[in-house]
C-alpha cells in the first residue's frame, strides 16, 4: 500500500508537472458547475447507466470484497485459504475482462448489447454459484471467473454516462456514475450483513456470529435480484448516435 501511495504522488506531480487547461473553452464559475450537474441529473439515460455501474459492482465489492469467503467455507466446507483462492478469481476475471470488453465496445462501437449480454451471465451465473447444489471446486472456479468478467462490464457504464450527456457536463456525469459505483460496496455490504443478522439462530465460536448455509444464501439473494434488474435497465439505455444524440439500436 505504502508503494502505491509512492506512485500515486509520482503521478500527481507528474500530472502537475505537464498537464495545462485549455483557456476559454470550458467556464469553471460557480453557477456553470451546478447547470452542469443540475443537466446531467436531469438527464435520465444518466441514472440509468448509474445503476448499472452499481449492479454490475456489487459482486465484486460487496460479494468479493466481504462475503465470499465466509460463504465459500460455510456450505462447501473450504478452509480460509481455499475459499480466498475462489473470492480472487473474482478480480482475475474482472482484470482480464474490463479492458477486453473495452476493446470490443470499441471495436463495434456499442455499449448496450454488451452491458445487456454480461448482466445476463453475470444474474445466471451468480444464481449457479450461490444457489446450485455443491459443485465441483474446478466448475465452481470457472464460475468465479466468468462473474468477475461478466461484472467488469461495470467500466463500460462510464463511458455510456459519457456519452449520453454534453461534453462540457463530463465531469459532472462521471462523478454521478462513480458515486454509484462506490456506493454499491458501502450500502450492499452492510445490507447483506443485516439479513445474515436477521436470519441469525444465536450461534456463536470464539465471539463471532456463526450464519449458516441457508442464511448466507438468502441475504445474498440480493445480489441476483439487483443484477437481473440490470438486465431490464440495459434494455432501456441508448446508444450514442454519430452526432452526439442517444438512440436505441
Wanted: glycine share 12%; aromatic share 8%.
Amino acid at each position: 500500500m505504502l508503494a502505491i501511495a509512492v506512485v500515486g504522488a509520482a503521478l500527481a506531480v507528474g500530472l502537475w508537472l505537464t498537464r495545462r487547461d485549455r483557456d476559454g473553452t470550458t467556464s469553471h464559475t460557480a453557477a456553470a458547475l451546478v447547470a452542469g450537474l443540475r443537466a446531467v441529473a436531469m438527464n435520465a439515460q444518466t441514472w440509468l447507466f448509474a445503476y448499472l455501474g452499481m449492479a454490475l459492482a456489487t459482486t465484486l465489492l460487496a460479494f468479493g470484497g466481504l462475503w465470499a469467503v465466509p460463504f465459500f467455507m460455510t456450505p462447501y466446507g473450504l478452509d480460509r485459504a481455499a475459499a480466498a483462492i475462489l473470492a480472487s478469481l473474482l478480480f482475475i476475471g474482472w482484470g482480464v475482462g474490463a479492458p477486453l470488453l473495452g476493446w470490443i465496445s470499441d471495436r463495434i462501437g456499442r455499449r448496450r448489447p454488451i452491458l445487456i449480454v454480461c448482466s445476463l451471465l453475470l444474474t445466471f451465473q451468480l444464481l449457479a454459484a450461490l444457489y446450485a447444489s455443491v459443485l465441483p471446486f474446478g466448475i465452481l472456479s470457472a464460475l468465479l471467473l466468468g462473474i468477475g468478467f461478466a461484472g467488469s462490464a461495470m467500466g463500460l457504464t462510464f463511458a455510456g454516462g459519457r456519452a449520453c450527456n454534453q461534453a462540457a457536463h463530463a465531469g459532472a456525469a462521471l462523478g454521478i456514475v462513480n458515486t454509484a459505483v462506490m456506493a454499491s460496496g458501502a450500502a450492499f455490504q452492510p445490507l447483506i450483513g443485516l439479513f445474515l443478522d436477521l436470519g441469525w439462530d444465536g450461534r456463536m465460536a470464539a465471539g463471532a456470529r456463526l450464519y449458516s448455509a441457508a442464511d448466507y444464501r438468502a441475504a445474498l439473494a440480493v445480489l441476483p435480484i439487483v443484477t437481473g434488474l440490470a438486465v431490464l435497465v440495459a434494455l432501456a439505455v441508448k446508444e450514442p448516435s454519430p452526432r452526439g444524440q442517444t438512440t436505441r439500436q
